[in-house]
C-alpha cells in the first residue's frame, strides 16, 4: 500500500513538473516571438528621443562590469549616431556602496556624452521597475532599449505592455563564457513568467516619487 502511494504521488510530481516545463517554455517564446520584430542593430534602429539602458553588475571598485559597459557602450554609438538625444541610465543603488546609474554616468561621461544628456533612475532595481518609472516617473512615451539578447525580450515585454513604446538594439560586444550564457538563459526561463505574472495579475507598484520629464 505504500509503494503504490509513493508510486501516485511521484506520477503526480512528474505530471505537474511537466506541465510546469511547458508553460515556462511556452511563455518564453511567445515573448520572444514578441521582441523579434522590435529587435534591430545600431545602424538599423529608428530613431527615438530617448534610450533606456538597464543597470547590471559593478566590479569590486564600483565601476561598470563587462556586461553593464557593453550596454552603456551601445548607448553611446546610438547617441552619437544622433538616433537618441538623452540617455536614461536605470540601475540599482539600495546601498551607498552600490550605484549602478553613477558607474554607468561615468562610463558615458568618459566617452563623450555631455552630461546633460544623461538621466539617472537610482531605483531600477529590476526590469519591472525600470519599466514602470520610465513612463510614470521619466514620462518616457516611446524608446530605444539598450541590453543583451538574453535579456532582450523580456524588457521589450515589459516596457511595452507598461505604457513604452519601445524598440531595442541588443549590446552584444564581446564573448562570455558559456557557462555565463547558459546561466543568463536558463534564468530567463523562469524570470519571463514572472514577469509576465506581475504584468498581469499582481501589478506591484515600485518605488515611486514625483514626476521627472526628461523632456518639456
Not at 526590469?127 to 523580456?154: G, N, W
Not at 506581475?198 to 506591484?204: D, G, I, K, S
Amino acid at each position: 500500500m505504500f509503494k503504490r502511494i509513493i508510486k501516485f504521488l511521484w506520477r503526480i510530481a512528474l505530471v505537474i513538473g511537466m506541465l510546469t516545463l511547458v508553460v515556462l517554455s511556452f511563455t518564453k517564446l511567445v515573448v520572444e516571438l514578441f521582441a523579434a520584430p522590435r529587435t534591430f542593430t545600431v545602424d538599423n534602429v529608428p530613431a527615438e528621443r530617448a534610450a533606456i539602458v538597464f543597470g547590471a553588475g559593478l566590479l569590486r571598485d564600483g565601476s561598470a562590469g563587462p556586461v553593464l559597459s557593453d550596454r552603456v557602450n551601445t548607448a553611446v554609438q546610438l547617441y552619437q549616431q544622433g538616433k537618441v538625444d538623452k540617455l536614461l541610465m536605470s540601475g540599482d543603488n539600495r546601498f551607498v556602496e552600490y550605484n549602478e546609474p553613477e558607474a554607468m554616468r561615468q562610463y558615458a561621461l568618459e566617452r563623450g556624452v555631455p552630461n546633460e544628456d544623461i538621466v539617472l533612475d537610482y531605483a531600477g532595481r529590476r526590469t519591472y521597475d525600470t519599466c514602470y518609472r520610465a513612463k510614470e516617473i521619466f514620462q518616457v512615451q516611446s524608446a530605444i532599449l539598450v541590453t543583451q539578447s538574453f535579456h532582450m525580450p523580456r524588457a521589450l515585454f515589459l516596457c511595452n505592455w507598461l505604457g513604452v513604446e519601445s524598440t531595442g538594439v541588443e549590446a552584444n560586444n564581446r564573448y562570455f563564457r558559456k557557462v555565463s550564457r547558459l546561466y543568463w538563459n536558463f534564468r530567463e526561463v523562469f524570470a519571463t513568467p514572472q514577469a509576465a505574472w506581475e504584468v498581469y495579475v499582481t501589478q506591484p507598484l515600485p518605488v515611486l516619487g514625483k514626476p521627472e520629464p526628461i523632456f518639456e
